[in-house]
């Protein structure tokens, strides 16, 4: 018999596992809920043209498609174009099918429309720590507004996020697809603007190096090439609007730039740091980007940006739009690393009720409801066990309290209370437990 295993960069999700990862969401979407977004959902897949070419030749290549079936597969297979053969495929992010929904679905729209989305995605990516081929986003986008009003909010929901997991030292590297435009032109390179951000989106995982022989192999000239080594300086945001002021566009993102941190610092937001090299390889991205670092994890734990005419592809021109996705499971695997989940989260049950019988479970189902009603997590055990078992189910499941119901509690009306952590055993009502535990 085979070895039973999930696909490769997917995942199996323990009970404790499960409830640290709503723990994460609840949190992301209570702040997504103080700034007054609204929650929608998209299909797991979609059409195969609405998500091919918008995320760049190497984008494109992590779409998981969906291969045709029937008579449609035979076909294809017979004239060797199976893999043209798919109508539907995994959705890659959820930015593209938003911008799908936002077009589809315009004349039942408010516009500026704020909306949060928290659902899985894939990718045919080669899995490692911190990188799955499944993985959830949690995204948050304003569309139909040019504003960097709402720059200035996304800044504000990432530090709160952040702040509220535990996370206060995360720092959010910033720049602008416009700065990176402008810096282009200056070295004589303007139409290979996507191949200069692609290359510098691997700068943290390739090194220097490898991103100028990648820049050398897509025909950049050595001159500007040459030219592009202020980027990987330690530079500041006056250094390289010096470099690009004979760009109107570069000075056009320096002044966003300005704007949108000097904001943010009013506003309480400290952590936000220019980072010229910041690209985001995507392509729809043309005004700020955001990248969300933390000193002790390798990856981007949070990244997005301004998009000024992503529904334009679907038939909707000029409306811009600007969102973050925050990576929940790398997020979970920062809280893990750091033992930052609440000790409480995880815990299925605050309270068992042993079961010595008919008679005991009767008064145990009671309680239990009482409990239960003041959103106390209860379980009554469903056989009348030998305690030895019912205990170990108790230390097994983390459960704090056990309580004890025999005769004469049922006669007092009263449980025994046994505290499982100090082994502590004491009458009480049901009444001053909810107090307790309340």
Request: net charge negative; proline share 4%; hydrophobic share 40%.
């Amino acid at each position: 018999m085979a070895k039973l295993n999930t696909p490769k960069g997917t995942r199996d999700f323990l009970p404790q596992q499960a409830a640290r990862r709503n723990y994460i969401f609840d949190t992301i979407r209570g702040v997504f809920d103080t700034y007054g977004f609204a929650p929608i959902e998209t299909p797991a897949m979609e059409l195969t043209e609405t998500l091919m070419g918008k995320y760049g030749e190497e984008g494109d290549r992590l779409i998981f498609k969906v291969l045709a079936r029937g008579e449609k597969l035979k076909k294809a297979v017979e004239n060797n174009k199976v893999e043209q053969s798919s109508e539907e495929a995994l959705r890659y992010d959820l930015t593209v099918p938003f911008a799908r929904f936002v077009v589809q679905h315009q004349n039942e729209l408010s516009f500026p429309f704020k909306r949060y989305q928290i659902q899985p995605v894939w990718r045919a990516d080669r899995p490692q720590k911190g990188r799955y081929r499944e993985f959830y986003q949690c995204d948050v986008d304003m569309i139909g507004s040019n504003s960097l009003l709402n720059e200035v909010e996304l800044t504000q929901i990432i530090a709160d996020v952040f702040e509220k997991l535990g996370l206060p030292d995360v720092a959010i590297k910033i720049n602008n697809r416009k700065i990176l435009q402008g810096i282009a032109e200056v070295i004589g390179e303007p139409e290979k603007l996507i191949d200069i951000t692609v290359a510098l989106d691997k700068l943290d995982k390739i090194g220097r190096e490898k991103v100028v022989e990648e820049l050398a192999t897509k025909g950049i000239s050595t001159e500007a090439i040459s030219k592009l080594g202020v980027l990987f300086e330690n530079v500041s945001l006056e250094s390289v609007s010096e470099f690009v002021s004979s760009s109107e566009v570069g000075l056009k993102g320096i002044e966003e730039l300005k704007n949108v941190i000097s904001s943010s610092e009013k506003l309480g937001v400290t952590i936000c740091e220019f980072d010229p090299t910041l690209a985001r390889g995507l392509n729809y991205y043309t005004g700020a980007i955001f990248e969300v670092v933390h000193p002790e994890f390798s990856s981007s734990i949070c990244g997005g940006g301004r998009y000024d005419d992503l529904t334009g592809i679907f038939g909707l021109k000029d409306v811009s739009g600007v969102g973050v996705s925050f990576g929940a499971d790398r997020i979970y695997d920062l809280l893990l690393d750091k033992e930052l989940f609440p000790a409480q989260v995880g815990l299925s049950a605050q309270v068992l009720f042993v079961n010595f019988g008919d008679k005991e479970a009767a008064q145990c189902q009671l309680w239990a409801k009482e409990l239960r009603s003041a959103r106390i997590r209860t379980e009554v055990y469903p056989d009348s066990a030998k305690m030895k078992k019912q205990m170990k189910y108790a230390n097994d499941k983390s459960i704090p309290y056990v309580l004890l119901v025999g005769d004469r509690e049922i006669e007092a009306q009263e449980p025994t209370v046994k505290n499982m952590e100090t082994g502590d055993q004491n009458v009480m009502s049901i009444k001053k437990l909810i107090e307790i535990l309340s």
